[in-house]
């Protein structure tokens, strides 16, 4: 059984995430945006990678950072 951490992943994008998921497992990832912020939750406590949890986002197109001068 997996034990979910308990942090969230927060990327900054201009575009709308579609889906988010563990590249190695292909396991869904719950996805949400707060503000500016899109905030990725669920991810394991412990790797099934050899190091680190790398997570692939589905976006709207190609990926755009915040604009942060306003």
Excluded: C, K, W
């Excluded at 905030?39 to 990926?63: C, F, K, M, Q, W």
């Amino acid at each position: 059984m997996r034990t979910a951490a308990r942090r969230d992943f927060v990327a900054e994008y201009a575009n709308e995430v579609l889906a988010a998921r563990l590249l190695s497992t292909g396991e869904q990832l719950p996805v949400h945006r707060q503000g500016r912020r899109v905030v990725i939750t669920g991810l394991p406590a412990h790797s099934s990678a050899r190091y680190v949890n790398v997570v692939e986002l589905d976006l709207d197109g190609p990926a755009r950072p915040q604009n942060h001068s306003h």
